[in-house]
């Protein structure tokens, strides 16, 4: 009866640690993207949408813009964010939420966003909006999205 005691309360305590660990590594994983999205967003604001849209994007990334148009693979985004209407923006954006997989290789942030741009007199147009990424971890370590 003593041994089984023991083994019950051994086994008790691996069952209890088990989720604690995974959920301590996905919180981990949680704050990682939130800080992915932080460095994204100075990036943007640094060196422009061409730059910073290219350097966070996976190799295969697709992005979705106006008109439901997918422009697939992170050259042509960057071709993309070079068209003259969309240089120098003002553009900012926190997540709200951020769900990661059992397996903490992916991961997906949505929030808001504002994005500012002046036109050739000088006055500024805002468009307001909700954002969704797909982040997949790196064979670095770097997160780098699939979809935004």
């Known amino acids: 009866m003593k041994n089984f005691i023991t083994l019950f309360i051994i086994l008790s305590t691996f069952a209890s640690c088990s989720p604690k660990s995974e959920s301590k590594n996905l919180t981990y994983v949680k704050l990682e993207i939130v800080k992915t999205e932080k460095d994204f967003e100075r990036l943007v604001t640094e060196k422009g949408p061409a730059e910073g849209f290219y350097q966070f994007a996976d190799s295969n990334a697709v992005i979705k813009r106006e008109n439901d148009s997918l422009i697939i693979g992170k050259n042509n985004i960057k071709k993309y964010y070079l068209n003259l209407k969309l240089q120098n923006p003002t553009i900012t954006w926190s997540p709200d939420a951020v769900i990661v997989s059992d397996a903490g290789d992916m ?20 468009t307001k909006g909700v954002f969704h990424t797909v982040w997949k971890k790196q064979k670095d370590g770097s997160w780098k999205y699939i979809w935004d």
């Not at 997906?108 to 805002?126: F, M, N, Q, R, V």
Request: hydrophobic share 15%; charged share 35%.
């Open 107 to 126: 991961a997906s942030s949505y929030g808001k966003y504002k994005w500012t741009t002046k036109d050739a007199s000088g006055k500024e147009k805002t």
